[in-house]
């Protein structure tokens, strides 16, 4: 809708978002809007490295509390594995060879000269060809992979 908007001097203005009312019995979903509320269903064709991937979330969402808080701790235990691992191979090799992310570069913004980290787009080429070879095994439960809820046939 258009209209004069006086207390910024007349100028036309038009509404650009309206928000949504909320889910019924918003207390039983910590008050999450329907967009939060499904943010980490599966998709078929992400990359295994994706954080919807993650098997302790499913495992909590279904609400196995104990098995989600072991699996948090396994993963996790993995993840400082696989860092001490590249720390040591840095110290075998003698060159100060630094974690590079697989889909963002950092460059320097042309604005601020601060670091930032850009997105390559190389993440859509790879989905769009399920070529995922270049993502580390970081999930490797058989039980969440056999039941994540996707198609993999």
């Not at 007349?10 to 509404?15: N, S």
């Not at 078929?44 to 072991?70: H, K, W």
């Not at 001490?84 to 075998?92: L, P, S």
């Not at 989905?127 to 994540?148: F, G, L, S």
């Amino acid at each position: 809708s258009s209209g004069i908007n006086a207390e910024y001097g007349g100028e036309d203005f038009r509404q650009i978002w309206t928000k949504n009312q909320p889910l019924a019995e918003p207390e039983k979903i910590y008050h999450f809007t329907a967009l939060a509320c499904t943010l980490n269903e599966p998709e078929e064709g992400v990359a295994p490295t994706d954080s919807r991937r993650r098997p302790d979330q499913r495992l909590m969402e279904n609400q196995n509390y104990l098995d989600a808080n072991a699996m948090k701790v396994k993963l996790e235990e993995a993840q400082r594995a696989r860092r001490r691992a590249r720390e040591a191979q840095i110290v075998i090799e003698g060159t100060p060879a630094k974690y590079q992310p697989k889909w963002f570069k950092k460059q320097t913004c042309d604005i601020t000269g601060d670091d930032i980290w850009r997105f390559t787009e190389e993440y859509w080429e790879c989905k769009k060809n399920m070529t995922w070879d270049r993502c580390p095994v970081i999930y490797e439960d058989e039980a969440y992979v056999q039941d994540d809820g996707l198609d993999e046939t």
